[in-house]
């Protein structure tokens, strides 16, 4: 199966939140990736609310069971109890747990399982209790005894930080080293049956070696590189090419 692509919603929240004004309109363009075929919308709603606001998640959600019934909502957050109520609140189909402090700019590294797979457990049973699939933010490293400690929380799938692979985009032999540490990271995953998702400074340029090096990828979640690209091609169109970046065919 070609690996599916999420359009993360945040950075066209961002700069609408820029104004008190209802533009760029969240739900309009996430409409128009999902006509264009993206598989599903992923938003993260900070407790600031600094892009996406709390008033975004049943409008979205909405969005998706009106109007696209086989794409999936994927809320992306630190387990808090405010934000599992949220989650409970609006049922998206994936839930993807990450680790960051709520000051963060922007999540830039996975879970130390070894520190918090106990934590993990409760809440990943808890989510999954409800429906929801669940996926923990994982630093693609190669270390394979983390990745045994993720599954043993029960999640369903882990998502590699792909952060230090989409930074060295002008350092090709770096590239490949961490694309190589990403790979092994993922095999192990895959051997212990979870399944395998990707995110943070994905391109076009560079999802191609991605999806070759891990061709069971499930999904990717693309938002700040996707939403640069929109300015320039237009979400549609921008869609379309990620979307052949992972291995469709559009």
């Known amino acids: 199966m070609p690996t599916k692509l999420s359009v993360n919603l945040n950075a066209i929240a961002m700069l609408r939140n820029r104004r008190d004004l209802p533009w760029p309109s969240v739900e309009s363009l996430g409409r128009i990736a999902l006509k264009a075929g993206a598989a599903g919308l992923t938003v993260h709603p900070r407790p600031d609310q600094r892009h996406i ?69 409760p809440i990943v049973a808890r989510l999954k209790k409800g429906g929801m699939r669940v996926s923990l933010f994982a630093d693609g490293d190669g270390d394979l005894e983390a990745v045994q400690l993720a599954k043993a929380t029960g999640a369903d799938r882990i998502e590699l930080y792909t952060g230090p692979f989409g930074g060295c985009f002008d350092h090709p032999e770096q590239e490949q080293t961490i694309l190589e540490m990403l790979g092994r990271t993922a095999d192990a995953a895959l051997a212990e049956g979870m399944g ?27 938002g700040h590189g996707l939403t640069a690209d929109a300015l320039e091609y237009g979400m549609a169109e921008t869609v379309r090419r990620f979307r052949k970046a992972c291995g469709q065919t559009v």
């Open 196 to 222: 395998v998702n990707a995110g943070h400074d994905l391109t076009v340029a560079n999802l191609p070696a991605l999806v070759a090096r891990i061709p069971r990828l499930a999904e990717v979640s693309i």
């Open 53 to 121: 606001r709390f008033s975004d998640l049943p409008v979205l959600r909405a969005l998706i069971d009106d109007e696209f019934p086989d794409a999936e909502f994927n809320i992306e957050g630190y387990p808090s109890e405010d934000f599992l109520a949220l989650c409970e609140s609006i049922e998206p189909e994936q839930v993807t747990l990450v680790p960051d402090d709520p000051s963060q700019a922007t999540s830039d590294h996975g879970f130390d399982f070894r520190a918090t797979g106990e934590m993990l457990k």
